[in-house]
């Protein structure tokens, strides 16, 4: 079965700087998601990646797909305490049966 | 944007209760799902649900679960007798169309306590 891991498990980062949290998978990622979870608010999408090498922005988040379909990255740029939360990465094992990493929690120092 | 709504948000019972945790999705959206993260560990998938029935369970999903769409607009699901193991946040989703791998939207959740 696939599995995911996410790096860090934690970060904590003085509001401003960047960050980039990894996501790798231990088989080929067909359809890789990102999310946010933020209690009381659920699973929050952020950008969903397909094909290797692919890149998407979303406001101050880039998420990458590299070329061999293994790894995922996330980077904020500049960040805001709005961008606090627990990030998640999910690989879609098909019929978006989708496989979770165990999160990365954000902390956002003013 | 559109919201995919579950409720309650807070559901406490006693073992061996049946609960009813209710979800509605995307008004366009034709797959369903339910996925539960027991606290400190990874969300996981339960269930898939398209045309009325159920496309893929996983082996959580075992008798003492069952979902249903009673009408047009709600998505349930129903755990007959609550264990202690079934203590965990509930999380319902829907998306348009697999095929084309559309965004997958999740709810809020519903924070099962099963006492």
């Known amino acids: 079965s696939q599995e995911l891991e996410q790096s860090p498990q934690s970060l904590i980062v003085q509001e401003g700087k960047n960050l980039t949290i990894n996501c790798t998978s231990s088989k080929t990622l067909y359809g890789l998601y990102w999310y946010k979870q933020k209690y009381g608010e659920g699973l929050i999408f952020l950008m969903m990646l397909q094909k290797g090498g692919e890149e998407k922005s979303h406001e101050k988040i880039t998420a990458k797909l590299d070329e061999k379909k293994q790894q995922s990255s996330l980077h904020i740029t500049a960040s805001q305490p709005s961008h606090a939360g627990i990030y998640l990465c999910?690989?879609?094992?098909?019929?978006?049966?989708?496989?979770f990493g165990q999160g990365t929690r954000l902390t956002i120092n003013p | 944007e559109p919201e995919v709504t579950q409720t309650p948000s807070h559901q406490v019972t006693q073992m061996g209760q049946e609960v009813i945790l209710r979800c509605v999705p995307i008004s366009n959206h034709l797959y369903f799902y339910w996925y539960r993260q027991i606290l400190g560990q990874k969300v996981e998938f339960l269930v898939s649900f398209y045309n009325n029935e159920i496309s893929e369970k996983s082996e959580i999903f075992d008798d003492q679960f069952s979902v249903e769409r009673p009408d047009g607009s709600n998505f349930t699901l129903k755990i007959r007798s609550t264990k202690l193991e079934d203590s965990a946040m509930y999380f319902c989703a829907s998306s348009r169309d697999i095929k084309l791998r559309e965004k997958l939207f999740f709810g809020s959740g519903t924070q099962l306590s099963v006492l």
């Open positions: 999910g690989a879609d094992q098909g019929a978006q049966k989708l496989v």
